[in-house]
């Protein structure tokens, strides 16, 4: 649901091919959003069967024809339920680290903190990124990567205790 969401969204703004698609979500969204191109286009092709989206061909000068979507009135009214359970909802998360960590005494001392020491450098270079995007993305976006740096915070925090 939340890629129909995803989706539907950014066609409210604007028509766009799918590769103007592809091509926001790598730009904008990366940090919070994991959808393959090829899922993308899957998910695309759905919403057109269900009459939620509308594709037309269409081409620019010498360039190879392009797919154009629109969202469709009933796509509009499917973006505007999908927002609302998806804002009302909740789902608990689930973490893979919480397996390892279970496990955590199966590994010999000086192993477990080596792992536990890669993972926390990989978070700290992780923030330092999102720290990084607050400057360049859109207001709209500073929520988000606020949510994800509270997350990040809360790990670290894990795994200062752990070592």
Known sequence: MDRQLLL???????????????????????????????TAYYTLDK??????????????????????????PAGEERFQAL???????YTPPTYAIDIGVIFLEQLEAAEAAALLTTRREALLAHRANLQ???????????????????????????LEQLL
Do not use: W
């Open 8 to 38: 539907l969204g950014l066609l409210r703004t604007q028509e766009m091919h799918g590769y103007q698609i592809n091509e926001f979500i790598d730009e904008q969204m990366a940090f919070c959003v994991d959808l393959k191109r090829s």
């Open 47 to 72: 919403l057109c069967r269900d009459g939620l989206v509308t594709e037309e061909i269409g081409r620019e000068g010498n360039r190879p024809e392009r797919r154009v979507y629109r969202i469709t």
């Open 83 to 89: 927002l609302r359970d998806t804002l009302a909802e």
């Open 132 to 158: 990084a995007l607050r400057h360049v993305m859109p207001p709209n976006h500073l929520a988000i990567i606020e949510h994800h740096l509270v997350h990040l915070d809360a790990e670290l925090s894990l």
